[in-house]
């Protein structure tokens, strides 16, 4: 599956793929495939990308063009 926003987003933060795949601990040829579409993106790497983008998984899915993550009310 092919996650344009993937790539959008390391752009807009001026990151290089290397960043990225340093972020993920993995390989850039192994990030390059996920921003492609190559290969899937595992769900604990669509995870720790919206953390370190700040924005929510949905967005990054393109589910939403809410950016902004979900927060969920405080259950005490």
């Known amino acids: ?3 344009r926003r993937l790539e959008d987003l390391r752009i ?3 990151k ?3 960043q990225i795949a340093q972020v993920l601990y993995c390989n850039r040829q ?3 495939r ?3 579409g190559i290969r ?4 604990w790497a669509l995870i720790e990308l919206a953390r370190y983008y700040q924005v929510s998984t949905d967005y ?3 589910l939403t063009d809410n950016d902004r993550p979900y927060d969920p009310p405080d259950v005490r």
């Open 1 to 3: 599956m092919f996650f």
């Open 12 to 14: 807009d933060h001026d």
């Open 16 to 18: 290089t793929q290397t």
């Open 30 to 32: 192994v990030y390059r």
């Open 34 to 36: 996920y921003e492609k």
């Open 40 to 43: 899937e993106l595992p769900v």
């Open 60 to 62: 990054i899915l393109g």
